[in-house]
């Protein structure tokens, strides 16, 4: 996580995160080739869901609700700041059991639309209520 901190602060400080695209941009055009791409590259570990093995979750998502022990939703688009740098960072370098993927895999744009379905899918899901 240090390091992810470290490469943060350092595109920051070269002013390289001024041309990233912007994960709010809600574009429906973009927001829609996003939610295309995650189906697509995404859905199979991340999304919510059974697996076709039985288990109550897919492995990226049960990774994730492992980590985060109810801090955060484990399942991708009910999650809220998931910033096109932070997926970036995730989708090239891996973690844990995630695979890196190379830019003929998924490109930076479409990391980017990716970042704008989840930013929306999380806004449209309902919030549970306060107590």
């Given at each position: 996580?240090?390091?992810?901190?470290?490469?943060l602060?350092?595109?920051?400080?070269?002013?390289?995160?001024?041309?990233?695209?912007?994960?709010?941009?809600?574009?429906?055009?973009?927001?829609?080739?996003?939610?295309?791409?995650?189906?697509?590259?995404?859905?199979?570990?991340?999304?919510?869901?059974p697996?076709?093995?039985?288990?109550?979750?897919?492995?990226?998502?049960a990774?994730?609700?492992?980590k985060?022990?109810?801090?955060?939703?484990?399942?991708?688009?009910?999650?809220?700041?998931?910033?096109?740098?932070?997926?970036?960072?995730?989708?090239?370098?891996?973690?844990?059991?995630?695979?890196?993927?190379?830019?003929?895999?998924?490109?930076?744009?479409?990391?980017?639309?990716?970042?704008?379905?989840?930013?929306?899918?999380?806004?449209?899901?309902?919030?549970p209520?306060?107590?």
């Open positions: 996580m240090k390091r992810l901190a470290l490469v602060a350092g595109l920051t400080a070269l002013g390289g995160l001024a041309a990233v695209a912007s994960a709010d941009d809600g574009d429906p055009a973009t927001v829609a080739r996003g939610k295309s791409v995650f189906q697509h590259t995404c859905a199979p570990c991340h999304a919510a869901g697996g076709i093995d039985g288990s109550p979750m897919l492995p990226g998502t990774a994730l609700a492992a985060y022990q109810g801090k955060v939703p484990p399942v991708l688009e009910e999650r809220g700041g998931l910033t096109v740098e932070l997926l970036r960072y995730f989708v090239r370098h891996g973690s844990g059991a995630m695979p890196m993927f190379r830019k003929t895999e998924i490109s930076d744009a479409e990391i980017a639309a990716v970042a704008a379905y989840l930013t929306a899918a999380s806004r449209a899901k309902p919030k209520a306060s107590r």
